[in-house]
């Protein structure tokens, strides 16, 4: 794993996840396709939260602090207990961009990254390693959720006219 090569894939991936989102009035993030499906704004503050709280903080606790006992964390019940949806809009995407700043400015500081270092969970094994690629991989998991809960959106927007000529979706 090349730390460089990390952080500019993860510069860039948030790059596209706030392009995507900041044309987005606060309402429309507000939207959900279903009732219990997520919407824009709980999607980025979900993202903020597993910047800090999973991915950057479970990183450095392999890397720095394998022997204390692993922080949990609640990543679809933070949905609701900490009222995603209702935060403000533009606030939710500049907060993901200061923690993902913040985030490459970590890693880059970091030496000497032993990425086969290990926390053992009663499921099994967890390397800085798996942890470094989960992270690239949550972000292009989510920014396909951006993208179709824009097109679903844009569907919904359009009516009564289709979609349908744009091609399979």
């Known amino acids: 794993m090349d730390i460089n090569q990390m952080a500019a894939q993860l510069k860039h991936q948030a790059d596209t996840i706030v392009a995507l989102c900041e044309d987005i009035k606060p309402d429309a993030a507000r939207w959900k396709p279903a009732p219990d499906s997520w919407s824009l704004l709980e ?10 709280l999973d991915f950057r903080g479970h990183l450095d606790h392999i890397l720095h602090t394998p022997k204390l006992p692993w922080p949990e964390i609640d990543p679809m ?27 490459i400015t970590w890693l880059l500081s970091l030496t000497e990254i032993n990425w086969d270092a290990a926390v053992h969970m009663s499921w099994g094994s967890l390397s800085a390693g798996d942890i470094a690629a989960s992270w690239l991989a949550h972000d292009l998991l989510h920014l396909r959720q951006i993208i179709e809960l824009r097109y679903q959106f844009t ?3 359009s009516e009564p006219f289709s979609v349908k000529y744009a091609g399979q979706w």
């Open 43 to 52: 999607v980025v503050n979900h993202l903020v939260d597993e910047e800090v």
């Open 77 to 103: 019940g933070w949905v609701t207990s900490k009222a995603y949806n209702q935060r403000a809009w533009f606030d939710s995407i500049n907060n993901f961009r200061i923690e993902r700043d913040k985030s």
């Open 155 to 157: 569907a919904q927007q």
